[in-house]
């Protein structure tokens, strides 16, 4: 998701893309990644994006519980919204970048809508690690040979063992 157009929100065409890309993957027995940079659900759009966070989490109920396959989900900053009450806290290894905005609401709006004030770094990639909300947080230099070894790890022990064809 490109951040950069319209805070790379997931609208429709989005949420249609990424559901056919976990279909692909489940009809292909192929691991997925997921790298997730997103400012929540493109709300011009109404219900029709809110339907993704479900589209994409009934994709991925049937991805990883029916077919037992291996999804690893990338949060960037910022991943928020729609995409973290989704997708983006589904993978079986949850992997967050150093200094990543992570939250479902922004401060502004967790402040005007409790009356209460959110201690600063509250929603940062460090402080939600020691809170236990995702696994590793992984700097970009060295993600690669962090998927390498998660990648060898499942073939090792395989959730889906694959028929020898």
């Given at each position: ?50 339907m993704q966070m479900a589209k994409i989490s009934s994709a991925l109920y049937d991805y990883q519980s ?100």
């Amino acid at each position: 998701m490109d951040f950069q157009f319209m805070g790379g929100s997931m609208g429709s065409v989005v949420g249609e893309k990424i559901t056919r890309l976990i279909e692909y993957a489940t009809n292909e027995f192929l691991p997925l990644i997921l790298v997730c940079s997103s400012g929540g659900a493109r709300m011009q759009e109404g219900s029709l994006s809110l339907m993704q966070m479900a589209k994409i989490s009934s994709a991925l109920y049937d991805y990883q519980s029916n077919k037992k396959l291996f999804y690893v989900s990338i949060l960037t900053s910022p991943t928020t919204g729609g995409v973290t009450a989704s997708f983006g806290m589904l993978g079986d290894i949850i992997i967050a970048e150093p200094n990543s905005y992570i939250a479902f609401a922004g401060k502004r709006v967790i402040e005007q809508t409790l009356k209460k004030t959110v201690p600063e770094g509250s929603q940062a990639a460090e402080y939600l690690f020691h809170k236990g909300l995702f696994d590793p947080i992984v700097p970009r230099n060295t993600l690669k040979g962090v998927l390498s070894e998660l990648f060898q790890l499942h073939a090792f022990f395989p959730l889906n063992p694959k028929k020898i064809k």
